[in-house]
């Protein structure tokens, strides 16, 4: 297993574009979410998803989109970059058996908006 | 507001000695609390966690201590060892299973060899 792959692993992009941040699972774990992680604040929710079709916000969706066409893969939209969006972006899932459940991390995208 | 935190930014610690890593919150519908190990370049990893019913969990050399009165819960490593150096995020949720898992500012422990 490959457990959750991020791509891409480094990304620079100008105020105003737009990229997709990619994730994918081969654990076939319903539950999938983004975090980003600013120095000072810990790790914030973006926005998760608990299966195909379905999405939510988290703690900090603004300027995000996302969409969940497949179990596997759940790509994280910047519509249109800010310079408050550079940060490290962490995709993570976990499965939904027993009551211990954990989340699987990605190892990341760092991001930077000049 | 940060709902969890971890006031220690850094910790050293010798070899072998014991490390302890504390983390409150504030949120009373927290029930569910978790310890991530993180290095450098990579995701956190899951280390260990309690639910509020119990006020100790223990795995090998690590054990969670929760106190819900007063809302704190601490990692204690015993004994510790170089490669346990890296970032230490506490984590809490109102359940188990719930969608939102509010993470802590982490503290980052250093083992002297």
């Known amino acids: 297993n490959a457990g959750v792959t991020q791509t891409p692993k480094f990304q620079v992009l100008k105020t105003g574009q737009s990229m997709t941040l990619q994730c994918a699972q081969d654990?076939?774990?319903?539950?999938m979410s983004w975090y980003r992680q600013d120095p000072g604040m810990g790790l914030r929710l973006i926005h998760y998803?608990?299966?195909?079709?379905?999405?939510d916000q988290g703690e900090v969706p603004n300027g995000y989109n996302v969409s969940r066409s497949t179990t596997e893969d759940f790509p994280l939209r910047l519509l249109s970059a800010a310079p408050s969006q550079t940060s490290v972006y962490f995709c993570?899932?976990?499965?939904?058996?027993?009551?211990?459940?954990?989340?699987?991390f990605g190892p990341g995208t760092r991001l930077t908006v000049l | 507001d940060q709902q969890v935190k971890q006031n220690s930014p850094s910790l050293s610690v010798q070899e072998g000695r014991i490390s302890i890593l504390n983390c409150d919150y504030t949120?009373?519908?927290?029930?569910?609390f978790l310890w991530y190990k993180k290095y450098p370049a990579e995701g956190p990893t899951f280390l260990i966690s309690?639910?509020?019913?119990?006020d100790k969990n223990e795995d090998g050399r690590f054990t969670v201590f929760l106190n819900k009165s007063a809302k704190h819960l601490s990692l204690h490593i015993v004994p510790s060892q170089p490669g346990d150096s890296a970032v230490y995020f506490c984590?809490?949720?109102?359940?188990?299973?719930?969608?939102?898992?509010?993470f802590g500012t982490g503290t980052r422990l250093t083992v002297i060899p």
């Open positions: 993570a899932s976990r499965g939904t058996s027993g009551y211990t459940d954990t989340q699987y």
């Open positions: 654990m076939n774990h319903e539950y």
């Open positions: 998803s608990v299966g195909a079709g379905i999405t």
């Open positions: 949120n009373s519908m927290f029930d569910y």
């Open positions: 309690i639910s509020s019913i119990k």
């Open positions: 984590a809490a949720s109102e359940a188990s299973g719930a969608n939102n898992l509010f």
